[in-house]
């Protein structure tokens, strides 16, 4: 019979593994409404997830009054040191996302992250021949570490370092938010696994990726579950939230409501899945044109409201890119596409309530629209 002896060694391992779980499948119940970084994000959760799972049954067949546990206590020491580097390349991969925003990269860069791994499991590999090096479990069903152990975690930790000073030569991508979810998963977790390399006995590796997944789930990946499920455009309810945090800020800015114009006419003569697509083939256009830093958003049916954090009037240079990516948009349609703008630049010469600065914008949407002509190609 298995003992359970060693189990208040690792009560917050386990709790931490739950918690994971929890998260995990909250999330993947969310799948459908979900953006490519809340899928990286998943996956970093599950690989903590993967690697706590190992390191606690290791512990818990680590058990000295049963010797018939010794092979068990190997392979899940085995297994646990084949993934609990796996977390390092997940949380970079979606640290690279979160900046760059560029999936093909993402994909590409993802086998550059995983150095660290390949390294780690080459000390498992050699531990098979050489045992000891790595780690080593004695006649008495005791574990020890070996050199290898401290090797990988510097080398993790110096491998991370690098690329994410890498990623600090790109300060246009990173904003605030950004910054705050690099340093909770780089501090957190290189915090628990110093101390768990410096103090045998203590776990503290995974429920320090933990405690920072969580966070990074409270600064990020919540706003994201909120998105619009058709575009995947952030929600009308986070934009006035943005927008109230500009205003009181005074930090100067660019407000800009946009209309699809001839919109019903698409949806009756074409169809309402055509009309569809064509509300997520403008959502992907405004993105393009904006930094990583703006916020586009769906403010409701054929409507979006842009903010573009630029401390300069640059609403008309956006309009213009967009306008001209809806040109080469249209001629690969059997309609045209075009828009209509209201925009607002915002440098707190005159003072604005989050609805009267959507009033504004609207109002001047709604004069551009009558005032072009809308071209109609059928």
Same mark, same amino acid.
């Given at each position: 019979?298995?003992?359970?002896?060693?189990?208040?060694?690792?009560?917050?391992?386990?709790?931490?593994?739950?918690?994971? *779980?929890?998260?995990?499948?909250?999330?993947?119940?969310?799948?459908?409404?979900?953006?490519?970084?809340? &899928?990286?994000?998943?996956? +970093?959760?599950?690989?903590?997830?993967?690697?706590?799972? +190992?390191?606690?049954?290791?512990?818990?067949?680590?058990?000295?009054?049963?010797?018939?546990?010794?092979?068990?206590?190997?392979?899940?020491?085995?297994?646990?040191?084949?993934?609990?580097?796996?977390?390092?390349?997940?949380?970079?991969?979606?640290?690279?996302? *979160?900046? %760059?925003?560029?999936?093909? @990269?993402? @994909? @590409?860069? +993802?086998?550059? =992250?995983?150095?660290?791994?390949?390294?780690?499991?080459?000390?498992?590999?050699?531990? /098979?021949?050489?045992?000891? *090096?790595?780690?080593?479990?004695?006649?008495?069903?005791?574990?020890?570490?070996?050199?290898?152990?401290?090797?990988?975690?510097?080398?993790?930790?110096?491998?991370?370092?690098?690329?994410?000073?890498?990623?600090?030569?790109?300060? #246009?991508?990173?904003?605030?938010?950004?910054?705050?979810?690099?340093?909770?998963?780089?501090?957190?977790?290189?915090?628990?696994?110093?101390? #768990?390399?410096?103090?045998?006995?203590?776990?503290?590796?995974?429920?320090?990726?933990?405690?920072?997944?969580?966070?990074?789930? *409270?600064?990020?990946?919540?706003? !994201?579950?909120? &998105?619009?499920?058709?575009?995947?455009?952030?929600?009308?309810?986070?934009?006035?939230?943005?927008? #109230?945090? &500009? /205003?009181?800020?005074? !930090?100067?800015?660019?407000?800009?409501?946009?209309?699809?114009?001839?919109f019903k006419h698409i949806n009756d003569e074409y169809g309402h899945t055509t009309g569809d697509i064509v509300l997520k083939d403008v959502s992907k256009i405004l993105l393009s044109g904006a930094n990583y830093e703006d916020f586009v958003c769906r403010f409701g049916g054929d409507e979006f409201f842009v903010?573009?954090?630029?401390?300069?009037?640059?609403?008309?240079?956006?309009?213009?890119?967009?306008?001209?990516? $809806?040109? !080469?948009?249209?001629?690969?349609?059997? %309609?045209?596409?075009?828009?209509?703008?209201?925009?607002? =630049?915002?440098?707190?010469?005159?003072?604005? #309530?989050? !609805?009267? /600065?959507?009033?504004?914008?609207?109002? $001047?949407?709604?004069?551009? &629209?009558?005032?072009? @002509?809308?071209?109609?190609?059928?």
């Amino acid at each position: 019979m298995i003992s359970v002896n060693n189990i208040n060694y690792c009560d917050l391992l386990l709790f931490s593994v739950f918690l994971n *779980l929890i998260m995990y499948f909250f999330l993947y119940r969310q799948k459908a409404i979900q953006s490519y970084s809340t &899928k990286l994000y998943r996956s +970093f959760i599950l690989s903590v997830a993967i690697a706590g799972f +190992f390191e606690v049954f290791s512990w818990i067949f680590a058990d000295t009054d049963n010797t018939a546990l010794i092979p068990l206590n190997y392979i899940c020491n085995l297994l646990f040191f084949s993934c609990n580097i796996l977390p390092v390349a997940m949380g970079l991969r979606y640290l690279d996302f *979160l900046i %760059f925003a560029s999936k093909g @990269k993402n @994909k @590409k860069r +993802f086998y550059l =992250y995983l150095i660290p791994v390949y390294v780690n499991l080459g000390f498992v590999l050699c531990n /098979l021949v050489w045992d000891g *090096l790595l780690f080593s479990i004695d006649s008495a069903n005791v574990y020890h570490r070996g050199i290898g152990v401290y090797i990988g975690n510097v080398f993790a930790i110096l491998f991370a370092s690098a690329v994410i000073i890498g990623f600090f030569r790109n300060k #246009q991508m990173i904003t605030g938010r950004i910054t705050q979810i690099i340093l909770t998963l780089i501090l957190l977790p290189v915090l628990g696994t110093v101390l #768990q390399t410096l103090f045998y006995g203590l776990s503290l590796g995974i429920p320090a990726y933990t405690l920072a997944l969580f966070i990074t789930f *409270l600064l990020m990946e919540r706003c !994201e579950l909120q &998105k619009d499920p058709l575009t995947l455009l952030n929600s009308r309810i986070q934009m006035e939230s943005r927008l #109230q945090y &500009k /205003l009181k800020s005074q !930090e100067p800015f660019t407000a800009i409501m946009i209309d699809v114009d001839g919109f019903k006419h698409i949806n009756d003569e074409y169809g309402h899945t055509t009309g569809d697509i064509v509300l997520k083939d403008v959502s992907k256009i405004l993105l393009s044109g904006a930094n990583y830093e703006d916020f586009v958003c769906r403010f409701g049916g054929d409507e979006f409201f842009v903010i573009l954090e630029s401390p300069q009037d640059i609403g008309q240079s956006y309009i213009r890119r967009i306008d001209q990516v $809806l040109r !080469e948009y249209s001629a690969r349609q059997p %309609f045209a596409t075009t828009l209509s703008y209201g925009a607002v =630049y915002v440098d707190n010469s005159e003072r604005y #309530q989050v !609805e009267d /600065l959507i009033r504004t914008t609207d109002l $001047l949407m709604y004069q551009n &629209k009558l005032s072009r @002509k809308q071209p109609c190609k059928l």
